[in-house]
């Protein structure tokens, strides 16, 4: 069964461009990557299926029913995490706990403890004078707390340490191996390539692409940046896989597709001053995977 | 109910603020009063002076000033105004603030209705106007009674309140009405309140200028005057037929474009 299935959903906001003709389908059980730059129209898409805003055209329905007309039904059995938390002045964590839970109807103090030890949260204290990650760990505690069997995440991991990540990333996997079907949005790829199944692309409101994760995992781009003290000729670098090869002021960068020992074994030659292996923007990608779809 | 609490417990501290502004300001008044009271001759010789008009405008009517229904009736319009502001401020703020504090993405998300919420928030809302009424009618009874040397005037401050409270209900949707209605979020209780004061100062125009009298019926000040009740005559049917009328628009209105309403991130 399909849990969540978008059909043609159209926003614009006045003139300007929300999401265009976008079609989906999130299967049961799913972890669903959905993919983007920023403004790309991965939260309207969202906003939108939990009628925080209203379609221009199209339609959606989430456990098969239509989202406008069921929507608080729906939502009973959604959890949902936006990418920036704000909550209300004056509350301790556990009181913004609790009054999220009481619009489900259920007691979760249980659950409130369970997910509180193991994102090391303290619930006695105030929100406002928590940190920016700390907040964020109340917004995934609030978005779980209930169970949910759909669960929206949009841009989850921006202020969560390396380490909370990997325990976020943990409690996901177990919540889907109960049966939770879940929703990514993310704008970095290596995030959604080691959580996802399938993955939606969108570029400037439109889906351009939907790729099971093991096809986009064959593009393995880094970005590399070495500094020397001499001058180094970049012919030895125009290896297969090199890609944007440049040299400015001692610093040669290049994008890497491939094994990346065969790259170090090339880079270790030389005598460096500094070395750089990022992730390269999903802009930087986008741009040469679709080079090499044309 | 869990809206509703948390609501009413949002609005509480500025409830007690209002309420003690209030009553410093019933206080104030109350002493020009007594001042006004000892020299009776003198105020109304000095009074007498300004064109009758411009007196009836800013609400001295046919009552003597030095007589507490006198200075109940010139104040009433006064205590109107702090109540109307406070009920639209009240409302244009309710239902936006989710959104100018950016909870709404907490709220929405969530399993209730738009419609559910509204009415939480309404209800928040007309228990908070009703306290601030409940506490001007008392404050205003125990100052009066203690500078009362006439009859009572108790049941005509209760039947007065009761009538202020028609009327905040009204303002509190107007707020609502708007803040539905409009895109800037901000805005709307300012709005709100300046439509209040531009219906107050329409209220003194059409009192100042007879042609303007067919005017009387788009200004709510001009409806339940306490000079009315002072004087043993009863109000006209169509103010109430109007006030009615107008809260239930308000309330479509509300209800309406709030549940088509974009939130805004």
């Not at chain 1, 939502?75 to 002045?89: A, M, T």
């Not at chain 1, 109960?178 to 929703?183: Q, Y």
Request: net charge neutral; glycine share 6%; aromatic share 12%.
């Amino acid at each position: 069964m399909s849990i969540i299935e978008i059909n043609n959903l159209t926003k614009y906001y006045g003139k300007s461009r929300g999401i265009i003709d976008v079609s989906l389908e999130i299967e049961e059980g799913e972890i669903f990557g959905f993919i983007g730059p920023n403004g790309a129209g991965k939260s309207t898409t969202i906003r939108t299926l939990l009628s925080l805003i209203y379609p221009t055209s199209g339609s959606a329905t989430i456990f098969g029913k239509d989202i406008i007309k069921d929507g608080p039904e729906i939502r009973k059995d959604i959890g949902y995490l936006p990418s920036e938390v704000f909550y209300y002045e004056n509350m301790k964590v556990i009181d913004l706990l609790n009054y999220s839970c009481s619009f489900y109807k259920k007691d979760c103090t249980q659950r409130i403890k369970e997910l509180s030890d193991l994102m090391e949260l303290e619930l006695n204290r105030k929100i406002d004078d928590l940190s920016y990650g700390n907040k964020k760990k109340v917004g995934i505690i609030q978005g779980l707390v209930h169970k949910p069997k759909l669960i929206i995440l949009d841009e989850p991991t921006t202020g969560l340490d390396p380490l909370m990540q990997q325990r976020f990333f943990d409690l996901l996997k177990k919540e889907n191996e109960e049966g939770a079907t879940i929703l990514f949005s993310s704008h970095i790829l290596s995030e959604v390539q080691k959580l996802c199944n399938r993955v939606a692309i969108i570029k400037e409101g439109r889906i351009v692409k939907i790729e099971k994760i093991a096809t986009l995992k064959a593009t393995n781009y880094k970005k590399i940046r070495i500094e020397t003290k001499e001058k180094l000729s970049l012919d030895s670098f125009d290896l297969p896989g090199v890609k944007d090869l440049d040299d400015t002021d001692h610093v040669i960068s290049f994008l890497h597709n491939g094994d990346i020992n065969t790259i170090l074994k090339v880079i270790s030659k030389y005598k460096l001053n500094n070395l750089w292996i990022e992730e390269p923007t999903l802009e930087e990608i986008f741009m040469h995977y679709y080079e090499r779809e044309e | 109910m869990n809206i509703y609490s948390k609501e009413f417990k949002d609005t509480f501290k500025s409830l007690i603020i209002w309420s003690l502004s209030i009553a410093l300001f019933i206080y104030i008044a109350m002493m020009k009063f007594r001042g006004y009271q000892g020299n009776t001759e003198l105020v109304t010789e000095f009074l007498g002076s300004f064109p009758k008009p411009l007196m009836a405008a800013l609400g001295f009517g046919e009552l003597d000033i030095s007589t507490i229904p006198g200075y109940y009736s010139a104040m009433y319009i006064y205590f109107l105004m702090i109540a109307g502001i406070h009920a639209a401020m009240l409302g244009g703020h309710t239902l936006v603030k989710e959104e100018i504090e950016k909870t709404s993405e907490f709220l929405f998300p969530k399993p209730i209705s738009r419609a559910r919420i509204i009415s939480c928030k309404l209800l928040a809302g007309l228990s908070t106007i009703l306290l601030l009424n409940i506490f001007m009618a008392i404050t205003n009874i125990i100052f009066v009674n203690m500078n009362n040397e006439g009859s009572s005037i108790t049941r005509e401050i209760i039947i007065l309140n009761i009538l202020m409270f028609l009327l905040q209900v009204m303002f509190l949707l107007l707020g609502t009405a708007i803040s539905a209605i409009t895109k800037n979020n901000k805005t709307s209780g300012a709005v709100a309140t300046g439509i209040i004061v531009s219906t107050y100062f329409l209220s003194v125009l059409i009192g100042l200028n007879n042609k303007l009298k067919p005017l009387v019926y788009l200004t709510p000040f001009k409806y339940f005057n306490a000079e009315t009740i002072f004087l043993g005559k009863s109000y006209d049917l169509i103010y109430f037929i109007i006030t009615f009328g107008i809260i239930t628009i308000f309330t479509i209105a509300t209800y309406y474009f709030y549940n088509k309403k974009d939130i805004s991130l």
